[in-house]
């Protein structure tokens, strides 16, 4: 079936204001640089990394939700159910999805400019599963305004959100509008899988700078984080800039609390089976007899066991951690 015509009104960063404006923009003009080009990434080790901990999570909690799914067999393959990856971006856990033999896959981002390179890089090759794809501010606006109802009408089996939840905790309306499009749309026994920053580690690294320091930032040549003042800590908006070597440079993020995370999740049927932080998600999986050699697959270790990544880029990696929810 047709997907809907990519927008192709004024660029976004007319259309958001403020911290969002910054955000859609700064992913929006990050070029989508091919697979060869990636592989000379200074932080290659810590991307592998990263792509290897989504693999596991779709892997453990995904796969099981999708093989149980009731929308099945109706993949150009054979493949069954139906995903949603919500602040998607260009695309980059096309080929995961492809490898959980979904049949239907929703990609949504509010970054239009990434959306259309989605598309295209969906469209370079032939596929196992049918997707559709949207731009739409995920956090502000309904699911339904970006996808037709009958599109909607069988329900999610999962609901993907990597690496960008945490840009919905500006705000309590946002992250219930978040919540909202997660989970009403998403079946029950379905899973809700994501990454997010490690808020505790992330705010016990603001507790130890000297009393006296005016830059409340901290890091190293990988990652850096800034913080704007010591005390003021409010559930929602509570603001830091993040840049990432060769990834992120220097965006509003806001801090998501685990424990607030959860409370808010529960008024939307949505329980916690899994949080693990990405260091432990390393020493807990490495010998495990299809992640482990998957991590050299993946380039993460080579066959020697050795790492791809060095002390700084390990150390950005324990920024995040992982998580899934099932729907009851
Ligand atoms: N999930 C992708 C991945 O793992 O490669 C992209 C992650 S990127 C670090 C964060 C993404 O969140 C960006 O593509 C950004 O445009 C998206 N994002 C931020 N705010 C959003 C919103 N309000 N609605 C939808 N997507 C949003």
Redesign the pocket.
Known sequence: SPEPEPHRDEPPSKKHAGD?GV??DH?NMRPDVGVVQRETSPIIGLKSFNNWV?SVLISRFAHPALQASKVGGRGPRGGRGKVL??????G??LTKWGKARVAEYFG????AV?IEQARSRFHERRNPFEATFAA?????EPLSKAFPPAKLAAPFDVVSM???MH??FESIQKARCMLENVSRWLRKGGVFVGTIPNAEQLLANLDALPGDAEDLSFGNDVYKIRFEDRTNRPVFGHKYWFYLQDA?ENVPEYIVRWDNFVQLAAEYGLHPVYKEEFHDIFSEHQDHAEFGPLMVKMKVVDSNGESAMDEAQWEAANIYIAFAFEKR
């Open positions: 969002v955000v859609v992913y989504k990856d919500m602040g998607c971006g260009k980059g856990d949504a981002d509010i970054a990434s739409l501010d995920c956090y502000s990597q690496f960008c840009y919905a992120v």
